[in-house]
C-alpha cells in the first residue's frame, strides 16, 4: 500500500514508519495533483482557495454539507469559508457530472468557481517508481487482500 497526507497534517508519518509503508511526500494530495510548483502559484495568487478533487465533488454532501456539520448549522458557513474567495476544481477525470456537481458546491459555499483538468499529477509516476524500488513488498501486499 501505498499512503499520502491528506488533512492528518503528517500524523499519518508514524503509522507509515511503525508498518513499513511508502507515503507519497507533500503535504497533501493537492499538490500531488497540481505539481509542486504550480500549487504553490496557486496559493501565492490566491490564498483563499477552497480545493476540491474528485473524491471531494462527490461526497461533497457527506463531507463538508453534513460533515462539518452546515446542514444543520448554515451560519457556520461564513465562520468556516468567510475567508474564502473560490473554490478550485482539480479534477482527475474529465467527467461534466462531476463539474456540475463542483459548480453547485461552489454556489453553495458562495464562492467563486473554477475548474483544472490536472490528471492524477505525481501519483502515476510515484506508483511506478514504487514498484520497480520494491517489486517483492508490492507483491506481499497484493497477496494479502
Sequence with gaps: ?????????GEIDAFVEREGLIRIPGPHC???????AEFDAEME??????FLTDYMVRHFERIV???MGLR??????????????????IAQTDDEGLR????RAAAELGLAYEYRFTGY??????????????????QRQTQRR
Design 30 to 36: 493537492y499538490e500531488m495533483f497540481m505539481g509542486t
Design 121 to 138: 499529477g505525481a501519483f502515476p509516476e510515484f506508483i511506478a517508481n514504487a514498484v520497480a524500488a520494491n517489486p517483492s513488498q508490492t
Design 1 to 9: 500500500m501505498i499512503y499520502g497526507d491528506c488533512g492528518t497534517g
Design 72 to 89: 444543520a448549522h448554515p451560519q457556520l458557513r461564513d465562520m468556516y469559508f468567510g475567508n474564502y474567495t473560490r473554490v478550485l476544481y
Design 100 to 103: 456540475q456537481k463542483a459548480r
Design 65 to 67: 454539507m453534513q460533515g
Design 45 to 50: 495568487d490566491q490564498i483563499g482557495t477552497f
